[in-house]
């Protein structure tokens, strides 16, 4: 772990440690083994955090968070879930707005759910730049492919960059084929963006997991 990053986790950054000392299952308290429990060195444990510390099961831990795209595994299933739809419907707001044929405005319905049909409709369009939304929707072969899977392929893009550990133990896989071809900043701000969808409409406490 680097030095900076791990100095930053005992003052500015707790509740990332928190999550950290949860992932490693550390949070808890250390339950003595019968054999010292029954003996009378038992107080001496108890009363002396350091020898606690010697019990606790770290051999198996791990704490390389430094790349914010692996904090992504401190989210729920249920919650990236719901992340990837709202992604799709903040990229592709243009084409929720213009759909007029009705069979097609049904079927987005259908895919992303009333709730996130609306937020596609209005606030959802303000989290991307116009620009960054037309060039993401242009790397699919139609309307309807770029409302179902633009959210994975932004997801695949930022998850790239997090450890394999942290995406094996996720327990979510973006299904999406399409690679987007996007310039480091633009990977950067579709980063922010999505931190922002995820912070504002998700969970706000997960600012304090990736700021």
Do not use: W
Request: hydrophobic share 40%.
């Amino acid at each position: 772990m680097n030095r900076e990053f791990a100095l930053s986790l005992l003052t500015e950054k707790r509740e990332l440690l928190k999550k950290i000392l949860e992932y490693n299952h550390l949070d808890g308290a250390t339950v003595l083994p019968d054999e010292i429990m029954n003996s009378g060195s038992a107080q001496r444990f108890l009363d002396n955090h350091r020898l606690i510390r010697k019990l606790s099961k770290v051999s198996e831990g791990y704490f390389d968070f430094d790349s914010p795209a692996s904090r992504f595994c401190f989210c729920s299933v249920e919650q990236l879930e719901l992340l990837r739809k709202l992604l799709c419907a903040s990229i592709c707001s243009q084409i929720l707005i213009t759909e007029i044929k009705k069979e097609q405005v049904t079927a987005y319905r259908e895919f992303l759910g009333e709730d996130i049909y609306a937020f596609g409709l209005r606030r959802g369009s303000l989290y991307i730049p116009a620009y960054l939304k037309n060039r993401i929707v242009s790397s699919f072969s139609s309307s309807e492919q770029a409302v179902k899977e633009s959210g994975d392929a932004v997801l695949s893009n930022i998850l790239k960059n997090a450890s394999a550990d942290c995406i094996e133990k996720m327990g979510f896989k973006p299904e999406s084929t399409v690679s987007l071809d996007l310039s480091d900043s633009d990977e950067r701000l579709i980063f922010d963006c999505t931190i922002k969808i995820l912070c504002l409409e998700i969970d706000s406490s997960c600012q304090n997991i990736f700021n």
